[in-house]
């Protein structure tokens, strides 16, 4: 009996020291599908949007600043072909070599729930769009801003290697040419696999 509660004294301490943990460096990478959509008034008064599913990509890579704490540099996109032209009351489906694109670098923190391996997080940064139609010289927005929100749940495949999903929404705005514009809105939701090394 006092063999059992020896071996149980030892054993337990190194079970705990054994289970994963969130420092150290991270890297994150998120392939996703997804729904986007943008819209402004022009000087006209009439509304334009663009919008349509696609898919997204993103990369996060920083380090836990305190154990399952993590702050990172967040590269991502969203890639939607053929997306729907909406002007008014007229409503038109693109061509498919139509693709709309779109870039997001910013900042961002989460936080990992354990044991159960659950996270939030969020950050900001700068966002822009482009249009990319055939025989027609790219067009590109101007620089504007977003803020990303997002929450997941991963599975540990060995001591650093984990493997889950993620639901992420951004929300941004970019100014148009015009002064007289108020800019095109945008917001994205994707859900997306992760695959983190930390």
């Given amino acids: 009996m006092r063999t059992l509660l020896v071996a149980s004294a030892i054993v337990a301490p190194l079970s705990a020291a054994a289970e ?8 994150q990478v998120t392939p996703g599908v997804g729904v986007a959509a943008t819209s402004a008034k022009l000087d006209d008064g009439s509304t ?10 993103g990369i996060v890579f920083g380090a836990a600043v305190t ?19 909406k002007m008014n009351d ?16 910013g900042v961002s923190t ?10 939030v997080g969020g950050g900001i940064g700068a966002f822009r769009m482009a249009l990319d139609v055939p025989k027609m010289d790219l067009s590109r927005s101007k620089v504007g801003g977003a803020a990303k929100l997002g929450v997941g749940k991963q599975w540990w ?8 999903v993620n639901l992420e929404a951004v929300a941004g705005a970019v100014p148009d040419d015009s002064p007289a514009s108020k800019g095109w809105g945008f917001f994205s939701t994707d859900l997306a696999v992760s695959a983190t090394y930390n």
């Avoid at 334009?48 to 990509?57: E, R």
């Fill in 110 to 119: 989460a936080y990992y729930f354990m044991p159960l391996n659950v996270h």
């Fill in 67 to 85: 154990e399952n704490w993590i702050v990172a540099g967040d590269l991502s996109g969203t890639s939607v072909f053929s997306p729907t032209l």
């Fill in 48 to 57: 334009v949007s663009l919008s349509g599913a696609g898919g997204s990509f």
């Fill in 90 to 105: 007229m409503e038109v489906k693109t061509v498919d070599d139509v693709k709309w694109n779109t870039g997001y670098l």
């Fill in 20 to 27: 994963p943990r969130h420092d150290g460096v991270y890297l």
């Fill in 157 to 164: 495949l060995g001591d650093h290697l984990g493997l889950g």
